[in-house]
């Protein structure tokens, strides 16, 4: 049987990823391939389904079958702003649970007849808030879209997101200005976006950063409010709130 890596794609003398993603044998095509950059940058350590009592022709055929549902699953979830607007946590977590899916899908389809699923099954939680704009970048940002930085702000409130747009050659690249839980002067978000290169889109008018930029302060406030509302304590059973 053919060594196969984390896709399910046969080993070749110049090397593949796996067979797990923490400790990769690189190669300059799996370097450059953006489902495996995007599940190392997010934190998502992966690996190859355990063997268990399959043949070692029935495990050859879960890895080939799984890799490439894998791949397609991963791909549509990394193009959904409900993944780009969480945490880099909340996405490693989403990550390990649309593969144990395809794992799910790829042995259902071996073993039992069953056809893969067109499209990679959600597991958002319930009532979560969704991050929706009608102006979209005319190319993506490469920082997700959830809180990252909370800033405690002298009048007591909670700062979580500050951005600001510059014009580039490419169009108006919004970046942030609080960074690493500070918020900073306009002069240093824009030498540390020259330095990372992070961003949260570029849009083709600085209206149009703008207008994503207060859509994206508003989810925020949301995510504030669900934060908020889970961590307050329970009344106790047979307790009234006073009018």
Do not use: C
Not at 193 to 202: A, K, L, Q, S, V
């Amino acid at each position: 049987m053919p060594k196969r890596d984390i896709w399910g794609r046969p080993i070749t003398g110049e090397g593949g990823i796996g067979p797990d993603i923490v400790s990769p044998i690189w190669t300059s095509t799996a370097k450059n391939d953006p489902i495996t950059r995007e599940v190392l940058r997010a934190g998502g350590a992966i690996s190859v389904p355990q063997k268990g009592d399959l043949t070692p022709q029935q495990y050859d055929k879960l890895l080939e079958t799984r890799g490439p549902i894998a791949r397609r699953w991963l791909g549509e979830l990394f193009g959904t702003p409900e993944y780009r607007a969480m945490s880099a946590d909340d996405q490693a977590e989403e990550i390990r649970k649309t593969m144990a899916k395809a794992t799910k899908a790829a042995k259902a389809n071996i073993f039992g007849g069953e056809p893969v699923p067109d499209s990679r099954p959600e597991s958002y939680k319930k009532g979560e808030p969704r991050f929706s704009s009608k102006v979209q970048p005319i190319i993506k940002g490469n920082l997700p879209l959830g809180i990252r930085d909370r800033v405690q702000n002298l009048d007591g409130s909670l700062s979580t997101v500050r951005t600001m747009s510059i014009g580039t050659d490419d169009g108006e690249v919004l970046i942030p200005t609080v960074i690493g839980g500070r918020v900073v002067s306009d002069a240093e978000a824009i030498r540390h976006y020259e330095r990372t290169g992070e961003n949260f889109g570029t849009f083709a008018t600085p209206a149009d950063a703008t207008a994503y930029a207060e859509t994206l302060h508003r989810y925020h406030e949301r995510l504030l409010d669900r934060s908020e509302a889970q961590s307050a304590p329970a009344i106790p059973s047979g307790w009234e709130l006073a009018e």
